[in-house]
């Protein structure tokens, strides 16, 4: 009945515009020499020169980093190549400009620029022992809240499988999220990574990780994404729905730092490892199935989930009232075009369904507390 937890986040600045806090920020983290990290594609769409206009207004030396790609699951062969060069050129302060995955490889060069070996000697939990250079991250995206989380994603370049450092040394010093540069992003990315923020938020509030915190910061983040992901889906244009799902984004990953994900996550690593599905896509397709298992042993949860959604859940009894949680989702889904099922992906063999139940569960990071039997009739 009674918690104890740690909450921990970087400190936050948040706003149309924030990226021109990007020198001052440098300048108090003591950095001379700053090393960006990007992808083509920010450098593109120039966000990379509103980056470059605030350091250069605080005299700082830049040495831009251009990614080979924007897209997911950056390889460890890459992280270590960037850490290598981060190493030899001496600089103080790195900052990561772009979607989940380029922030993933800023927030691990950091680390290996201070820690020995490879990046898989540090997959899994708190295995990073030292924080590595002081990081600044920006993100383009509203969705994977990397920003504000302890967490790296990379495809293990030897055993080809996805792969997760989770450790607090991670954590970056500071987060600027500046919904502006969230405006060229493409529309299905803005509905993937949207909806990964949803779940973010909502997924953490059923499991057994959450606390009075994360909840609050839950209920907030699921009631302006449901209101908002449909919106910006479906007029890129929308500064307004852009705004709101920066704000939604950025507090999802805030629980996500210090509740962390369960169920829904764990069953997407093996489908998204078998079928390279994007991340966004291989939750939305579980999503229902898992919230129908999980709602009868959270029942309370679920009709406060249906409240924060906008569903009219008071005076109802509790069982018709969470179901109404499970009607939202569908909604949600729906307004932002993305699939539902499994079969709406066209993967309709469901003889594989209880090996990735036995692979979710073996993901002991995020599912440490689950009986293998409740997955295995989850679908
Ligand atoms: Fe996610």
Same mark, same amino acid.
């Given at each position: 009945?009674?918690?104890?937890?740690?909450?921990?986040?970087?400190?936050?600045?948040?706003?149309?515009?924030?990226?021109?806090?990007?020198?001052?920020?440098?300048?108090?983290?003591?950095?001379?020499?700053?090393?960006?990290?990007?992808?083509?594609?920010?450098?593109?769409?120039?966000?990379?020169?509103?980056?470059?206009?605030?350091?250069?207004?605080? $005299?700082?030396?830049?040495?831009? +980093?251009?990614?080979?790609?924007?897209?997911?699951?950056?390889?460890?062969?890459?992280?270590?190549?960037?850490?290598?060069?981060?190493?030899?050129? *001496?600089?103080?302060?790195?900052? &990561?400009?772009?979607?989940?995955?380029?922030?993933?490889?800023?927030?691990? %060069?950091?680390?290996?620029?201070?820690?020995?070996?490879?990046?898989?000697?540090?997959?899994?939990?708190?295995?990073?022992? *030292?924080?590595?250079?002081?990081?600044?991250?920006?993100?383009?995206?509203?969705? %994977?809240?990397?920003?504000?989380?302890?967490?790296?994603?990379?495809?293990?370049?030897?055993? =080809?499988?996805?792969?997760?450092?989770?450790? +607090?040394?991670?954590?970056?010093?500071?987060?600027?999220?500046?919904?502006?540069?969230?405006?060229?992003?493409?529309?299905?990315? %803005?509905?993937?990574?949207?909806?990964?923020?949803?779940?973010?938020?909502?997924? !953490?509030?059923?499991?057994? +990780?959450?606390?009075?915190? %994360?909840?609050?910061?839950?209920?907030?983040?699921?009631?302006?994404?449901?209101?908002?992901?449909?919106?910006?889906?479906?007029?890129?244009?929308?500064?307004?729905?852009?705004?709101? =799902?920066?704000?939604?984004?950025?507090?999802?990953?805030?629980?996500?730092? +210090?509740?962390?994900?369960?169920?829904?996550?764990?069953?997407?690593?093996?489908? &998204?490892?078998?079928?390279?599905?994007?991340?966004?896509?291989?939750?939305?397709?579980?999503?229902? $199935?898992?919230?129908?298992?999980?709602?009868?042993? *959270?029942?309370?949860?679920?009709?406060?989930?249906? &409240?924060?959604?906008?569903?009219?859940?008071?005076?109802? !009894?509790?069982?018709?009232?969470?179901?109404?949680?499970?009607?939202?989702?569908?909604?949600?889904?729906?307004?932002?075009?993305?699939?539902?099922?499994?079969?709406?992906?066209?993967?309709?063999?469901?003889?594989?369904?209880? *090996?990735?139940?036995?692979?979710?569960?073996?993901?002991?990071?995020?599912?440490?507390?689950?009986?293998?039997?409740?997955?295995?009739?989850?679908?």
């Amino acid at each position: 009945m009674f918690q104890q937890f740690p909450f921990k986040t970087p400190s936050i600045h948040f706003g149309n515009g924030a990226i021109s806090m990007l020198g001052k920020e440098a300048r108090k983290l003591e950095g001379q020499r700053i090393l960006l990290i990007t992808g083509p594609s920010i450098r593109k769409a120039g966000i990379l020169d509103k980056a470059l206009a605030s350091l250069k207004e605080s $005299s700082l030396d830049v040495e831009v +980093n251009v990614q080979g790609r924007d897209t997911p699951e950056p390889g460890t062969h890459i992280v270590e190549e960037t850490s290598r060069m981060a190493r030899e050129g *001496r600089f103080d302060v790195i900052v &990561g400009l772009g979607g989940g995955s380029i922030l993933d490889v800023a927030k691990m %060069t950091s680390a290996l620029v201070i820690n020995p070996g490879k990046v898989r000697d540090y997959f899994g939990r708190e295995k990073v022992s *030292r924080r590595g250079k002081p990081t600044i991250m920006i993100p383009t995206t509203s969705g %994977t809240g990397a920003e504000v989380t302890k967490h790296a994603i990379f495809l293990d370049s030897e055993a =080809m499988v996805k792969k997760a450092v989770a450790s +607090n040394a991670l954590l970056p010093d500071v987060a600027i999220v500046d919904p502006e540069l969230t405006y060229s992003c493409p529309r299905e990315v %803005t509905a993937a990574s949207g909806i990964d923020a949803f779940i973010h938020a909502a997924e !953490p509030f059923v499991s057994k +990780n959450a606390n009075p915190i %994360t909840d609050a910061l839950s209920l907030q983040a699921v009631g302006i994404i449901t209101r908002w992901l449909g919106a910006a889906v479906a007029d890129d244009a929308d500064v307004e729905a852009r705004y709101w =799902m920066s704000m939604g984004s950025l507090i999802s990953g805030m629980v996500l730092n +210090n509740a962390g994900t369960s169920l829904v996550h764990a069953m997407a690593y093996p489908i &998204g490892g078998e079928f390279h599905t994007p991340h966004g896509i291989s939750l939305t397709v579980l999503l229902g $199935s898992c919230f129908e298992a999980i709602l009868p042993a *959270r029942t309370d949860k679920f009709v406060q989930l249906a &409240g924060a959604m906008g569903e009219p859940a008071e005076g109802r !009894p509790a069982r018709v009232a969470a179901r109404l949680a499970l009607d939202a989702v569908t909604h949600l889904l729906k307004s932002a075009d993305l699939p539902a099922s499994l079969p709406e992906i066209g993967i309709t063999d469901r003889s594989k369904i209880p *090996r990735w139940a036995v692979e979710a569960h073996a993901e002991r990071r995020l599912l440490g507390r689950a009986k293998k039997r409740n997955l295995e009739v989850l679908i």
